[in-house]
């Protein structure tokens, strides 16, 4: 029985091992090893078989015979039998484990080959896509027919001005830049070149001497002026200080307290005997800051002077003299030299002040508004004092209201519009003043007021800010672009000797299957293409919204699209439209950029502080990535080890930190060329389709931080007392964490420039906040909400090394540092928004011969 059963047994084993041989035939993956074992092993099984089987049967049939000694004699050879039958039983137990075995193995090669054969498919149809895309570039390329448009060489006058004669007029109250401006000296292309004559050395005035300290910072000012040159013979203007001044008499030095101010005399042959002068002052600005609203120099230094065609540039003017789009009405220099003025400023907030209206100073921090009178004597269009207390009134916070505004001229009011800082109103209007200013809103007070505020820092605050104002002034009647922006050159990590080895990184099996775009040669973005437009036509923006005329950028988020047709009547160079304009979902979508923007790249930078393993991890993932440019790697700490780092398919260049500051991330690197920068942490894990998403997302809101870990600032409803830092859950957000996010390259400039510096040194002192300091600034200078994209992705990689922002700390001194910054910008910039961007096709259901824009967000 027990034979039999066994018997059983191994008939069903064999019935097993068929089924598993037939796997094989049919994989037809070992074909020939399959072949030896499967014959060998039928034949062998079906002899065992039979011998068995006959044994068997002899056994049961002779049984009623038996004596003793037979019945012994079967009893061995039956156990015989079964020693025999069970060591071919072991045998072929250990074959079936060994083919077992090789089965398993074969199996598991058939699915690498399916596998690499999808991943092979995958890469031909991402390369067809990428062909595709370099025939169109090269198309384009052949086919354009103007070449790159190269400036003239740098046109610079050759000589100081000839001297001509003086004009018959002691002065020309006529003069217009048409009339008494040399151009020639100007060429669009010169650089705005500015020779300052020494105040030390050239004393204009016979009675009275320039105070010293406005001497020194003008020098000073100048100096960080990037037009100031030292070639008087290259100039386009000349710049003469001429006050304020004291009295060199100093026994007599009460000056009457009337708007004319002290008598001040210019010492003409002084001025004439200028070296650059020629004859006639052409070119030359004569400039008069008053310090105090009523001391000497607050006057018209130059009334009945001979000042030939030379602008005149103070704060007290009649209108006899004033020459419109000539002179130059400035603010008085009431501030610091340079440097944050926050200090000094009252907060935004609230609206409504104690006190409505009032004209005494000492109040100024709690009224709402603060009446201003235009000057009593009507033949003056401008006054020290009135443009004093201007300046005050902005500075506290108080909203200026102008009685008499409609015949004042304020400082730089050709390029600065005065209406959205301060109320100007004709004198006729007192009686419904109080109404007046009853009837205007909260938000518009609040707008008025952070607006004033804006255009005081940015241009009266300070010295530096007026001398860099008014220059800037004269450069833009001259439409002579500003100086480029000056990028941070960091120290390369590696010298040019050396570059670390690239590795080939372990395929990473996470990222979906999908072709999300063609992989190209980088493509930088083209800059510097409105050099002469960008003025005539955002020169009110650049002025008032964006508070930047002072330098030119390669690109900026406001750059004026085409229009929908243009791209195909005309001006198609760099566009890429789906389906080649007729359009199309996922597969057509995943082959072009589309969009009402020319194709460009973006570039990646990471701030890594000392983490190898991180890093490398991290490059290793961008490795396929479509539309890389470049990958910056933003080193701090101690030299980077000279390890191999694994290839991502992009160039890498890293750079040193100075030293190590979260800033840093920051710095607008010479290294970066395209106008898409997306700022990753490390550690941050983003998948392809999400990167790729995020960056066509920022292309339609270019001027906003576009990415992904959203937060918010909540009201402090314990102590009701300013902001605290929020990462819940939330259906609303303010900022997304620049720790995977897409913004602008010019906000990195914007980070250095406009930032006030007390903030990045926050950032340094507690090493955090550097991202919320980004959303500030960017919600400063747009007013708009960051931009969240899809909800698919995780932040953190779980199993890494605990980072900066693990400890407990950390969310106490982001409280914090909400409540620094909002002290410092005198409000709090951030908007919220409730909105996420998902993909057109996210969740809709469509044909199955149509794909979705990406498969999965
Ligand atoms: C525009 O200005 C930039 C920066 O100064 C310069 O490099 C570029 O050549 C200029 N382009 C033209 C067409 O003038
Ligand atoms: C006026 O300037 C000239 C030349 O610099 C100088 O010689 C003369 O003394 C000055 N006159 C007065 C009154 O300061
Ligand atoms: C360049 O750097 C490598 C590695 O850091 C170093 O071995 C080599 O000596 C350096 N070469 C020069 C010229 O500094
Ligand atoms: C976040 O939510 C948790 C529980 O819902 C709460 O205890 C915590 O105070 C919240 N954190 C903040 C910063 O509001």
């Given at each position: 029985?027990?034979?039999?059963?066994?018997l059983?047994?191994?008939l069903?084993?064999l019935?097993?091992?068929?089924?598993?041989?037939?796997?094989l035939?049919?994989?037809?993956?070992?074909?020939?090893?399959?072949?030896?074992y499967?014959?060998?092993y039928?034949s062998?099984s079906?002899?065992?078989?039979?011998?068995?089987?006959?044994h068997?049967?002899?056994?049961?049939?002779d049984?009623?015979?038996?004596?003793?000694a037979?019945l012994?004699?079967?009893i061995e050879?039956?156990?015989?039998?079964?020693?025999s039958?069970?060591?071919?039983?072991?045998?072929?137990?250990?074959?079936?484990?060994?083919?077992?075995?090789e089965?398993?193995?074969?199996g598991?090669?058939?699915d690498a080959?399916?596998?690499?054969?999808?991943?092979?498919?995958?890469?031909?149809?991402?390369?067809?896509?990428?062909?595709?895309?370099?025939?169109i570039?090269?198309?384009?390329a052949?086919?354009?027919?103007?070449?790159?448009l190269?400036?003239?060489?740098?046109l610079?006058?050759?000589?100081?001005?000839?001297r001509?004669p003086?004009?018959a007029?002691?002065?020309?109250?006529d003069?217009?830049?048409?009339?008494?401006?040399?151009?020639?000296?100007?060429?669009?292309t010169?650089?705005?070149?500015?020779?300052?004559?020494?105040?030390?050395n050239?004393?204009?005035?016979?009675?009275?001497?320039?105070?010293g300290?406005?001497?020194?910072?003008?020098?000073q000012?100048?100096?960080?002026?990037?037009?100031?040159?030292?070639?008087?013979?290259?100039a386009?203007?000349?710049?003469?200080?001429?006050?304020?001044?004291f009295?060199?008499?100093?026994?007599n030095?009460?000056?009457?307290?009337?708007?004319?101010?002290?008598?001040?005399?210019?010492?003409?042959t002084?001025?004439?005997?200028?070296?650059y002068?020629?004859?006639?002052?052409?070119?030359?600005v004569?400039?008069?800051?008053?310090r105090?609203?009523?001391?000497v120099?607050?006057?018209?230094?130059?009334?009945?002077a001979?000042?030939?065609?030379?602008?005149i540039?103070?704060?007290?003017f009649?209108?006899?003299?004033f020459?419109p789009g000539?002179?130059?009405?400035?603010?008085?220099?009431?501030g610091?030299?340079?440097?944050?003025?926050?200090a000094?400023?009252?907060?935004?907030a609230?609206?409504?002040r104690?006190?409505?209206?009032?004209?005494?100073?000492?109040?100024?921090?709690?009224?709402?508004?603060?009446?201003?009178?235009?000057?009593?004597?009507?033949?003056y269009?401008?006054?020290?004092?009135l443009?004093?207390?201007l300046?005050e009134?902005?500075?506290?916070?108080?909203?200026?209201?102008?009685?008499?505004?409609?015949?004042v001229?304020?400082?730089?009011?050709?390029?600065?519009?005065w209406?959205?800082?301060a109320?100007?109103?004709?004198?006729?209007?007192?009686?419904?003043?109080?109404?007046?200013l009853?009837?205007?809103?909260?938000?518009?007070?609040?707008?008025?007021?952070?607006h004033g505020r804006?255009?005081?820092e940015?241009?009266l605050?300070?010295?530096?800010?007026?001398?860099?104002?008014?220059?800037?002034?004269?450069?833009?009647?001259?439409?002579?672009?500003?100086?480029?922006?000056?990028?941070a050159?960091?120290?390369?990590?590696?010298?040019?000797?050396?570059?670390p080895?690239k590795?080939?990184?372990?395929?990473?099996?996470?990222?979906?299957?999908?072709?999300?775009?063609?992989?190209?040669?980088?493509?930088?973005?083209?800059?510097?293409?409105?050099?002469?437009?960008?003025?005539?036509?955002?020169g009110?923006e650049?002025?008032?919204?964006?508070g930047?005329?002072?330098t030119?950028?390669?690109?900026l988020?406001?750059?004026?699209?085409?229009?929908?047709?243009?791209?195909?009547?005309?001006?198609?160079?760099g566009?890429?439209?789906?389906?080649?304009?007729?359009?199309?979902a996922?597969?057509?979508?995943?082959?072009?950029l589309g969009?009402?923007?020319?194709?460009?790249q973006?570039?990646?930078?990471?701030?890594?502080?000392?983490?190898?393993?991180?890093?490398?991890?991290?490059?290793?993932r961008?490795?396929?990535?479509?539309?890389?440019?470049?990958?910056?790697?933003?080193w701090?700490?101690?030299?980077?080890?000279?390890?191999?780092?694994?290839?991502?398919?992009?160039p890498?260049?890293?750079?040193?930190?100075?030293?190590?500051?979260?800033?840093?991330?920051?710095l607008?690197?010479?290294?970066?060329?395209?106008?898409?920068v997306?700022?990753?942490?490390d550690?941050?894990?983003?998948?392809?389709?999400?990167?790729?998403?995020?960056?066509?997302?920022?292309?339609?809101?270019?001027?906003?931080?576009?990415g992904?870990p959203?937060?918010?600032?909540?009201?402090?409803?314990?102590?009701?007392?300013g902001?605290?830092?929020?990462?819940?859950?939330s259906?609303e957000l303010s900022?997304?964490?620049?720790?995977?996010?897409?913004?602008?390259?010019?906000?990195?400039w914007?980070y250095?420039?406009?930032l006030?510096?007390?903030?990045r040194?926050y950032?340094?002192?507690?090493?955090?906040?550097?991202?919320?300091?980004m959303?500030?600034?960017?919600?400063h200078i747009?007013?708009?909400?960051?931009?969240?994209?899809?909800?698919?992705?995780?932040?953190?990689?779980?199993?890494c090394?605990?980072?900066?922002?693990?400890?407990?700390?950390?969310?106490?001194?982001?409280?914090?540092?909400?409540?620094?910054?909002?002290?410092?910008?005198?409000?709090?910039?951030?908007?919220?928004?409730?909105?996420?961007?998902?993909?057109?096709?996210f969740?809709?259901?469509?044909?199955?011969?149509?794909?979705?824009c990406?498969?999965?967000?």
């Amino acid at each position: 029985m027990y034979i039999h059963e066994r018997l059983c047994l191994w008939l069903g084993h064999l019935k097993l091992s068929r089924v598993i041989f037939a796997v094989l035939l049919i994989l037809f993956v070992v074909p020939l090893v399959t072949h030896y074992y499967l014959s060998k092993y039928e034949s062998s099984s079906i002899s065992l078989g039979s011998s068995s089987v006959r044994h068997t049967l002899d056994a049961l049939g002779d049984f009623t015979t038996l004596t003793a000694a037979d019945l012994k004699m079967r009893i061995e050879e039956m156990l015989r039998i079964k020693a025999s039958v069970s060591t071919e039983l072991r045998e072929l137990e250990a074959r079936r484990g060994r083919l077992q075995r090789e089965a398993a193995a074969a199996g598991a090669r058939t699915d690498a080959l399916r596998a690499e054969h999808a991943r092979a498919a995958a890469d031909l149809t991402r390369l067809r896509v990428s062909a595709e895309q370099a025939r169109i570039a090269q198309l384009e390329a052949t086919r354009r027919d103007s070449p790159q448009l190269a400036p003239p060489l740098q046109l610079l006058p050759s000589r100081p001005p000839p001297r001509l004669p003086p004009p018959a007029h002691q002065s020309e109250p006529d003069c217009r830049m048409h009339s008494c401006f040399d151009h020639s000296r100007c060429s669009l292309t010169s650089g705005f070149p500015v020779f300052l004559y020494d105040p030390d050395n050239h004393a204009p005035l016979a009675n009275a001497e320039v105070d010293g300290f406005l001497k020194t910072t003008l020098r000073q000012t100048l100096g960080y002026n990037t037009h100031l040159t030292q070639k008087a013979e290259e100039a386009c203007i000349y710049v003469v200080l001429v006050g304020e001044a004291f009295p060199s008499d100093s026994k007599n030095p009460s000056p009457s307290s009337t708007t004319e101010g002290y008598k001040l005399v210019l010492n003409e042959t002084a001025i004439r005997s200028l070296p650059y002068w020629g004859g006639d002052g052409r070119n030359h600005v004569l400039i008069n800051f008053a310090r105090r609203e009523l001391s000497v120099g607050s006057g018209d230094a130059f009334h009945g002077a001979a000042t030939g065609r030379a602008m005149i540039a103070q704060s007290t003017f009649t209108q006899g003299r004033f020459r419109p789009g000539f002179d130059v009405v400035t603010p008085p220099a009431l501030g610091p030299p340079g440097g944050d003025v926050w200090a000094d400023c009252a907060p935004i907030a609230p609206a409504r002040r104690k006190y409505l209206l009032r004209s005494r100073r000492s109040v100024l921090r709690e009224s709402t508004f603060v009446l201003i009178l235009a000057p009593n004597d009507r033949s003056y269009v401008s006054t020290a004092l009135l443009q004093a207390r201007l300046y005050e009134a902005l500075r506290s916070g108080a909203i200026p209201v102008i009685l008499g505004g409609d015949r004042v001229q304020l400082p730089y009011n050709e390029v600065i519009d005065w209406r959205r800082a301060a109320i100007l109103l004709p004198k006729a209007r007192v009686t419904e003043l109080h109404f007046f200013l009853r009837a205007i809103s909260d938000a518009d007070l609040l707008a008025f007021r952070r607006h004033g505020r804006v255009l005081w820092e940015r241009y009266l605050s300070s010295v530096q800010a007026s001398i860099d104002t008014l220059l800037a002034v004269i450069r833009t009647r001259l439409n002579i672009p500003a100086r480029a922006a000056v990028p941070a050159v960091g120290a390369p990590a590696f010298n040019d000797s050396y570059s670390p080895p690239k590795l080939e990184p372990p395929t990473i099996d996470t990222e979906p299957e999908e072709t999300l775009g063609p992989l190209e040669a980088p493509y930088p973005s083209p800059a510097y293409k409105r050099n002469y437009s960008l003025s005539l036509l955002h020169g009110y923006e650049m002025w008032n919204d964006w508070g930047e005329p002072f330098t030119l950028y390669p690109q900026l988020p406001w750059d004026t699209p085409l229009t929908s047709e243009a791209r195909f009547v005309g001006s198609p160079s760099g566009f890429r439209p789906i389906g080649a304009g007729a359009g199309g979902a996922g597969k057509e979508f995943s082959e072009a950029l589309g969009g009402d923007r020319p194709r460009e790249q973006f570039t990646v930078v990471i701030l890594t502080y000392e983490r190898e393993a991180v890093l490398a991890a991290a490059l290793a993932r961008l490795r396929g990535l479509p539309y890389l440019n470049k990958v910056v790697v933003v080193w701090n700490g101690r030299a980077p080890p000279t390890m191999s780092w694994p290839e991502s398919g992009a160039p890498v260049q890293v750079v040193r930190g100075a030293r190590n500051s979260l800033n840093n991330r920051f710095l607008p690197h010479h290294l970066l060329e395209t106008e898409a920068v997306l700022c990753v942490d490390d550690d941050a894990h983003l998948r392809h389709d999400e990167i790729v998403f995020a960056f066509r997302v920022w292309r339609e809101h270019r001027d906003q931080i576009v990415g992904f870990p959203g937060r918010y600032h909540a009201w402090d409803l314990n102590y009701n007392n300013g902001f605290l830092y929020n990462s819940n859950y939330s259906c609303e957000l303010s900022m997304v964490l620049t720790g995977a996010a897409f913004i602008h390259r010019y906000y990195l400039w914007s980070y250095w420039r406009l930032l006030p510096a007390a903030i990045r040194e926050y950032v340094d002192e507690y090493m955090n906040c550097e991202d919320i300091a980004m959303n500030f600034l960017v919600s400063h200078i747009t007013r708009k909400p960051p931009v969240k994209v899809t909800s698919r992705w995780t932040f953190r990689c779980p199993g890494c090394p605990v980072t900066l922002s693990a400890d407990q700390t950390h969310f106490h001194e982001r409280h914090k540092c909400i409540q620094f910054f909002s002290q410092v910008m005198g409000y709090t910039p951030l908007v919220s928004t409730q909105y996420r961007a998902d993909s057109v096709l996210f969740k809709t259901r469509i044909p199955h011969d149509k794909q979705k824009c990406f498969k999965f967000i």
